[in-house]
């Protein structure tokens, strides 16, 4: 399975931003996708994250402001990002795993996409 991560850019802040992650391959073995971020000098957090059955799941930091959608005919995800804040800014990473469990570890990722947030 190949994510290709597209969408980022610069915003100010109370902006909004769609990031969109389109997969290839064996789409069929994926449950789980989700979007990651990472800011300078810290760890990888996981944003949102959908199952193919259409269940989410937020990070409380993002809850209200983002939304994460997919398309499983189309092999496509999603990240419909409002209201940015400056420590919204990151590099975010598409994710996919063939496992059911929500806490399990990610198979597969997209190379990551620059979201800046000015104030």
């Known amino acids: 399975v190949q994510l290709q991560a597209s969408g980022g850019g610069l915003v100010q802040a109370g902006g909004s931003l769609r990031l969109s992650c389109a997969a290839s391959?064996?789409?069929?073995?994926?449950?789980?996708m989700a979007w990651y971020r990472q800011a300078p000098g810290k760890q990888r957090e996981l944003v949102a994250a959908?199952?193919?059955?259409?269940?989410?799941n937020y990070a409380d930091s993002v809850k209200g402001r983002f939304t994460i959608s997919r398309d499983n005919a189309k092999n496509t995800m999603s990240l419909q990002m409002n209201s940015l804040k400056p420590e919204d800014t990151a590099v975010y990473y598409c994710?996919?795993?063939?496992?059911?469990?929500?806490?399990?570890?990610?198979?597969?990722w997209g190379q990551g996409t620059q979201v800046t947030v000015s104030s």
């Open positions: 391959g064996h789409t069929f073995t994926i449950n789980y």
């Open positions: 959908i199952s193919s059955g259409i269940n989410t």
């Open positions: 994710a996919a795993k063939k496992g059911l469990n929500l806490m399990s570890d990610y198979d597969y």
